[in-house]
T-cell receptor
Framework: QKEVEQDPGPLSVPEGAIVSLNCTYS??????FMWYRQYSRKGPELLMY????GNKEDGRFTAQVDKSSKYISLFIRDSQPSDSATYLC???????????FGQGTTLQVKP | EPEVTQTPSHQVTQMGQEVILRCVPI?????FYWYRQILGQKVEFLVS????????KSEIFDDQFSVERPDGSNFTLKIRSTKLEDSAMYFC?????????????FGSGTRLTVV
């Protein structure tokens, strides 16, 4: 079983829509989770960081972690065409610097 | 905003040649990483480096790979004898703390093409 799984999409939504991106993970040792955004031929850019279960909000972005179901979500409100990118979810544990990436979900926000 | 800088952005090399990929991490970061992304595949961990030594490495990081922080600012990845399957985007990253408590900052990557 892959440690972090994402639906690769592509996911296409109209501008202004609420976007829900989801991941599941299998490694119970994961303690922190991140969402990165990657534009084509660019490096990943940190969007959100969460530790353990709960919600975290930053502007139009909300990250949720449910450790009981090993489920990670990212919500984007009022989506913009500039949000079109690949969204990567990652898990990690405090005893290692290694991050485990999901496959990434490609999002397209149409004007 | 501080950046991780990688050079070159694109490198083409012949199979069997040595390549060195260079990175300048964020100046106050202490933990350094290399990841790679083969086209169409997920980003994969290669190695983490702290206090001038490797902290952890993946099974991909075999004897053909080495890392070095030669002068206190640069962080390099060397592939001794490149293979076709080494063609990928290589990302350098750095972080303030172990375990990524504040997230990792990634560079824009070096696209390595082995022909």
């Amino acid at each position: 079983q892959k440690e972090v799984e994402q639906d690769p999409g592509p996911l296409s939504v109209p501008e202004g829509a609420i976007v829900s991106l989801n991941c599941t993970y299998s490694n119970s040792a994961f303690q922190y989770f991140m969402w990165y955004r990657q534009y084509s031929r660019k490096g990943p850019e940190l969007l959100m960081y969460t530790y353990s279960s709960g919600n975290k909000e930053d502007g139009r972005f909300t990250a949720q972690v449910d450790k009981s179901s090993k489920y990670i979500s990212l919500f984007i409100r009022d989506s913009q065409p500039s949000d079109s990118a690949t969204y990567l979810c990652l898990g990690g544990s405090s005893n290692t610097g290694k991050l485990i990436f999901g496959q990434g979900t490609t999002l397209q926000v149409k004007p | 905003e501080p950046e991780v800088t990688q050079t070159p952005s694109h490198q083409v090399t012949q199979m069997g040649q040595e390549v060195i990929l260079r990175c300048v991490p964020i100046s106050n970061h202490l933990y350094f990483y290399w990841y790679r992304q083969i086209l169409g595949q997920k980003v994969e961990f290669l190695v983490s480096f702290y206090n001038n030594e490797i902290s952890e490495k993946s099974e991909i990081f075999d004897d053909q790979f080495s890392v070095e922080r030669p002068d206190g600012s640069n962080f390099t990845l060397k592939i001794r004898s490149t293979k076709l399957e080494d063609s990928a985007m290589y990302f350098c990253a750095s972080s303030e703390a172990a375990g990524g408590w504040y997230g990792y900052t990634f560079g824009s990557g070096t696209r390595l093409t082995v022909v």
